[in-house]
């Protein structure tokens, strides 16, 4: 079992940053492959990055490919996105997502763990 818990959401401007942490705890986090998706209302959950269990790989949505950097400390137990250049449509709550392997790290169904999640608003 591996419970994670999503913190740093909250009201961002467009143009800004903001950074997102996942704390884990439970079975070996190392071991896992860690993702963050989002959702927007009336909206499916959608993937917006993830990173193999040594931080040697790392995936991102193109949506958010040169604004967004997911980055974990294994150390802590912490994955983390850190979110530049906010657009509104960013706006979603977003989830923090773990699985024990790195097949198709894109796909939400393969995470058997999630957050409870966090919401972020970007004001235009």
């Known amino acids: 079992q591996v419970q994670l818990v999503e913190s740093g959401g909250g009201l961002g401007q467009a143009g800004g940053s903001l950074r997102l942490s996942c704390a884990a705890s439970?079975?070996?986090?190392?071991?896992?492959?860690m993702g963050w998706f989002r959702q927007a209302p009336g909206k499916e959950r959608e993937f917006v990055a993830a990173?193999?269990?040594?931080?040697?790989?790392?995936y991102y949505a193109d949506s958010v490919k040169g604004r967004f950097t997911i980055s974990r400390d294994n150390a802590k137990n912490m994955v983390y996105l850190q979110m530049n250049s906010l657009k509104a449509e960013d706006t979603a709550v977003y989830y923090c997502?773990?699985?024990?392997?790195?097949?198709?790290?894109?796909?939400?169904?393969?995470?058997?763990?999630w957050g409870q999640g966090t919401q972020v608003t970007v004001s235009s």
């Open positions: 439970g079975r070996p986090f190392s071991t896992y492959a």
């Open positions: 990173i193999t269990w040594n931080g040697g790989g790392t």
């Open positions: 997502a773990a699985k024990p392997t790195t097949a198709a790290m894109t796909v939400a169904a393969g995470y058997g763990y």
